[in-house]
């Protein structure tokens, strides 16, 4: 099944240790997109892909950096991750600028 | 500032009856409007759409209602079944494909 993927599902890191959180998708599509997701809160867009085209939001803290080698693959790097960067984050691709498809997210933990 | 606010953090109906998910939004230049449910441990699943220059749009038991003068669109579910309770996020899209989220409903069905 087409689908997008999410890797790992629960990350654990280090207060100041950079971790690297990734998506793959198989459904070939244009855009990619990552969110993060605080407690009860309404996801967040970080920054999104169209084609190789990097989009970054203007809140984004400069703390979080993307790459996208590919079509398929997206990642999400975090340099030097505080407590307050602990959150779901979720990866979406889509067509254009037509309704998205989400992975399961990945849940990071801040130690 | 919330763009998109979803002021009802949940909500409980009995089976068969209909449910109805609010959503209010900021900016009249939104001009695509989305809805995602969610289930635990999975990623937001796209639900249903509209465009801005409609006012319904139908799709089986699931309606969106979108008003654009009050600037409210909602999700009405008829009838509900168990298997619809999940948490319900709205989104609306700016700039072509970036999306602002609400902060979700969750939905209880009650057998």
């Known amino acids: 099944d087409a689908m997008v993927i999410q890797n790992p599902r629960y990350q654990v890191t280090q207060f100041g240790k950079p971790v690297t959180l990734s998506c793959s998708q198989t459904?070939?599509?244009?855009?990619m997109y990552w969110y993060q997701q605080k407690s009860s809160q309404a996801p967040k867009l970080l920054f999104h892909?169209?084609?190789?085209?990097?989009?970054n939001e203007a809140d984004t803290p400069d703390n979080f950096q993307s790459r996208r080698p590919n079509t398929s693959f997206c990642f999400l790097d975090i340099r030097s991750p505080g407590l307050g960067d602990a959150a779901m984050y979720l990866c979406?691709?889509?067509?254009?600028?037509?309704?998205?498809?989400f992975g399961p997210g990945t849940r990071l933990t801040v130690l | 500032d919330q763009q998109v606010k979803q002021n009802s953090p949940s909500l409980s109906v009995q089976e068969g009856r209909i449910s109805i998910l609010n959503c209010d939004y900021t900016?009249?230049?939104?001009?695509?409007f989305l809805w995602y449910k969610k289930y635990p441990a999975e990623g937001p699943t796209f639900l249903i759409s509209?465009?801005?220059?409609?006012d319904k749009n139908e799709d089986g038991r699931f309606t969106v209602f979108l008003n654009k003068s009050a600037k409210h669109l909602s999700l009405h579910i008829v009838p509900s079944q168990p298997g619809d309770s999940a948490v319900y996020f709205c989104?609306?899209?700016?700039?072509?494909?970036?999306?602002?989220f609400g902060s979700g409903t969750k939905l209880n069905v009650k057998p």
């Open positions: 892909y169209y084609d190789k085209d990097f989009n």
């Open positions: 459904l070939n599509h244009n855009v």
């Open positions: 979406a691709t889509s067509i254009g600028g037509n309704e998205q498809f």
């Open positions: 900016n009249s230049m939104f001009d695509y």
């Open positions: 509209i465009s801005s220059i409609k």
């Open positions: 989104a609306v899209r700016y700039n072509f494909n970036k999306f602002y």
